[in-house]
């Protein structure tokens, strides 16, 4: 695929034909400037959309973030909707990471008080929130416990007081998704999920202390919390080895309800059952179980850095602003061609983005919209955005989740020392406390796109606006 | 055969976000095995020396990607409860496998696999053997 392949709509939307491929279904739409999407072009994450165009029941378009980069099967960066009548649902259009996604607290302490004591939070910080290969969560969980936190999501988090009512309200679905069914979930993942809630995991998971930088929208960050010159928390972490387990039984499982089902995709990764199959019920339950494992997961961590938090900044707390799922499968209302109708959004690196109004809005966002988090790489800028209405018309309601890698791993350890790069964050005044140094080296700023050109064209597609940025001063990493 | 290659092993190749391995053997049940020094290398594991069980393996999918797939996961399962297996004796089939496998301790593993994909994945016969790339979701 060439740049030249690629029709241009806007300065920051761009769309290839549904007779490009035999297999496609679908236009894609791609939301980048144009060198961004040279950059896409590099790797085969547009490849990769493409062949998703192919999913049975797909609608309108396959929608691709500025942050894409290549995954397997289906692009990191990606959204696509089913319909919900007689469209499918594909585990690996939602990913391994089943509700991978980021949470924000706000503080109320300024960066000038706190900065002494910066150190000391993230020791404290990495000593309470576990993290790292194989380290297992803060709580174990039996399985009766296990499979209320499949029912409830963060509801059990609040019943168990490692959560408040409002920390709830802030998180998308109130932290839960119904129709959760344990009975749809093999042993084998409750095994390996007991033992893992409130843990961060490896990889680019983290935590991470910030300051609000620059305020660009008062009123959306009054509404947030968010003041100037404010420490902020981001919290990056999903449902572990329970929702890893959960995809791999489907993806396997799919592999003969295909064949079933006579489905003929370009890659074996996009396996899928239809939504109203036995099968396709099945996994949407399954699913549903993972999400809510991930929502209770960071809700526990999040407890846990707060009391960090509070113990350190005596009278100071933590206030929940969001948190949001950026691997997962949702059923929402959309309107397609004029006609409100019943979709599976499946957003695998994509956040939702929901604008001002929407009715799954909480009361304290309903004027201003949803908060979106887009953290950028380590030692750089994250974001803080609202969704607007034009996401609801070009991309099912969806936003970019992150920076977007642009060097694979190798390539980056390759080209970072892991030592040199903590030395470099330090000397920029960004404490770094990480479980490996090599792994570190993996997640190094030069391995990730620019996160203020995503955030352009993220504005300039008209999907979210600015309300903050935020500048790290200190990690956690496993 | 392609004297620059050796006759049995794997290869790291590039890959933005995820880690892809290329895997070449002799036969199908030495491909089996390297694909499972390849996950033990991503791992970042180290072995203990002492045989603690052994563990037999019978899986039965619809092909052999499957079976490679199921093979993996299922020492990336064992790997997760500390134990890595250390001697093979493979049987494959067309549709199924039978592993008798030693296992001796993890003592320690650098990093985590979420999973291992379908993507792009097909296992080629050459007059050299057999090769298959691998896509591991980090």
Known sequence: MELRDIKKISDYEWEIAPNTRPFMNVPVRIFASEAMLRNALKDRSIE???????????????????????????????????????GVISPGAIGYDINC???????????????????????????????????????????????????????????????????????????????ADPFAVSSRAFERGASQVGSLGAGNHFIEVDVVEQVYDEEAAGAMGLVKGNLALQLHSGSRGFGHQ??????????????????????????????????????????????????CNRQILASSARQVFEDLFVGHYL??????????????????????????????????????????????????????LVPGSMGTRSWVLVGLQASMTKSFGS???????????????????????????????????????????????????DIDEVITCIEGAGLAKKVAALAPLAVIKG | MDAERPFSGFVEVPHTADIAIDVFAANLPQLFVQAA???????????????????????????????????????LFYADQKAVACEFKILVEKNSVDAEMKMTASLSQKREIKAVTYHDLLIHQNANGYQTRIIFDI
């Open chain 1, 246 to 295: 959960i995809c791999t039984d489907f993806v396997k499982e799919f592999q003969k309800v295909v064949q079933k089902y006579h489905i003929h995709l370009p890659d074996r990764e996009l396996v899928c059952a239809p939504l109203q199959s036995s099968e396709g019920r099945k996994y949407l339950a399954a699913m549903r179980c993972a999400a809510n494992y991930a929502f």
């Open chain 2, 37 to 75: 020094q390849a996950l033990y290398h991503i791992l970042g594991i180290r072995k203990g020396t002492e045989v603690q069980r052994k563990v037999h393996l019978h899986l039965t999918e619809i092909d052999l990607e499957s079976l490679l797939v199921s093979f993996l996961e299922e020492l």
């Open chain 1, 399 to 449: 936003c970019s989740h992150g920076a977007g890698r642009l060097l694979s791993r190798t390539q980056a350890k390759k080209m970072i020392r892991g030592d040199q790069l903590r030395r470099q964050l330090m000397e920029n005044g960004i404490y770094v406390q990480a479980g490996s140094l090599a792994g570190l080296a993996e997640e190094a700023p030069q391995a990730y796109k």
């Open chain 1, 319 to 372: 206030r929940n602003v969001y948190d949001l799922a950026h691997n997962i499968g949702k059923i929402e209302l959309h309107s397609i061609a004029d006609k409100k109708t019943k979709v599976c959004v499946h957003r695998k690196g994509a956040t939702r983005a929901f604008p001002a109004g929407h009715s799954e809005l909480p009361e304290i966002y309903q004027k201003i919209g949803q908060p979106i």
């Open chain 1, 101 to 179: 996604g980021v949470r924000l607290l706000a503080g109320d302490i300024s960066h000038v008080d706190a900065k002494p004591y910066l150190h000391e939070l993230a020791i404290k910080l990495n000593q309470a929130c576990p993290s790292g290969v194989g380290v297992s969560g803060s709580i174990k969980l039996g399985s009766k416990d296990l499979k209320q936190v499949c029912l409830q999501g963060s509801g059990w988090a609040l019943m168990k007081g490692f959560a408040s009512r409002m920390d709830i309200q802030t998180t998308e679905d109130q932290g839960c998704l119904e129709g």
């Open chain 1, 48 to 86: 990769q959309a493409m062949q998703a165009a192919a999913l049975p029941g797909i609608l309108q378009a396959v929608c691709v973030m500025p942050d894409v980069h290549q995954g397997y099967g289906f692009p990191i960066g990606g959204v696509a909707a089913t319909d919900f009548a007689d």
